[in-house]
Structures are given as structure tokens and as C-alpha cells.
């Protein structure tokens, strides 16, 4: 139970700020934010996702929300194996979000169902590690950090 509350906080603040960067940033390209949604579900559905409406949307949300409980989890479960990991939050954090941009663009994404699309580059690259660092790692670095019992 002592690990329920940090995986909680972690995953509900970076899965909403993850979701709203992406919609914003791809928002402002003119991508509406139903598509973001079903690009999520494209894991699972591949190309079928964006005809699939609000069943589509509505599965990618899921998904997204379940791929963030994961990285959350699985930073808090390893805080209690290393200590740095809550005794230095911010490098650990940002760290661990570089980590995961890795882990979601060179494996999950190509090993799932999703339109392959390009590994970002440029600015889309920038912003990606902006999104993973600073809005996913952190913030679950920085919930374990605080609310773990030690």
C-alpha cells in the first residue's frame, strides 16, 4: 500500500500534462485532438484506429493512461530497490524520461500495430524530450520523491 499513493499522483499528473502537450503542440499544426487520441489506440487497432470515432478515441485514452500507470510503476518500484532515485528527484527524473522516450519510440511503438510514422527529428524531436522529461519523468520522480514512505 505505501507505494499506491506516489504510482497514484505520479500517473494522474504526468498522464494529463503528456496528453494535453501532445494535443496543444499538435493542436497548433492543425491535428484535431480526436486524432491524438486514436493515434494512442493505433497501437492496438493500426491504421482501423482513425475511422474507429470515439470508440477509437476513447480506447487510446486508456492506453495512454495504462502506458503512464506502467512508468510510473515501475519508478516507483525501482525507487525502493535505489534510493537515489527519490533522494535526487530531478536528475532521476529527467533521466528517466530520456529513458522512456527510447523505450516508447525504439521498441513499444515499433512493436505494435500503430501507421509507422518517422522516429522524431527536429523541433518534434525537442518537444519530445521537452514531453518526456519534463512532463512525464519528473512529475513521477517528484511524486515518489515526496509521498513514498521511507
Not at 505520479?10 to 496528453?19: C, S
Request: charge should be positive; include cysteine; hydrophobic fraction near 55%.
Amino acid at each position: 500500500m505505501r507505494m499506491v499513493l506516489p504510482i497514484a499522483v505520479g500517473w494522474l499528473i504526468a498522464g494529463t500534462l503528456d496528453i494535453i502537450y501532445a494535443i496543444t503542440a499538435h493542436g497548433l499544426r492543425g491535428v484535431p485532438a480526436i486524432k491524438i487520441w486514436q493515434s494512442v489506440a493505433s497501437g492496438v487497432q493500426g491504421a482501423e484506429a482513425y475511422s474507429g470515432g470515439m470508440a477509437s478515441a476513447i480506447l487510446g485514452g486508456g492506453l495512454h493512461y495504462f502506458i503512464i500507470l506502467i512508468m510510473a510503476s515501475v519508478y516507483v518500484g525501482a525507487s525502493q530497490i535505489f534510493p537515489i532515485l527519490t533522494s535526487r528527484p530531478v536528475a532521476s527524473g529527467l533521466a528517466y524520461g530520456v529513458v522512456l522516450m527510447g523505450v516508447m519510440n525504439y521498441i513499444v511503438v515499433p512493436l505494435s500495430a500503430a501507421v509507422p510514422g518517422k522516429v522524431p527529428e527536429g523541433w518534434y524531436f525537442v518537444g519530445a524530450i521537452f514531453a518526456h522529461t519534463c512532463l512525464v519523468g519528473l512529475p513521477i520522480a517528484l511524486a515518489a520523491a515526496k509521498l513514498t514512505d521511507r
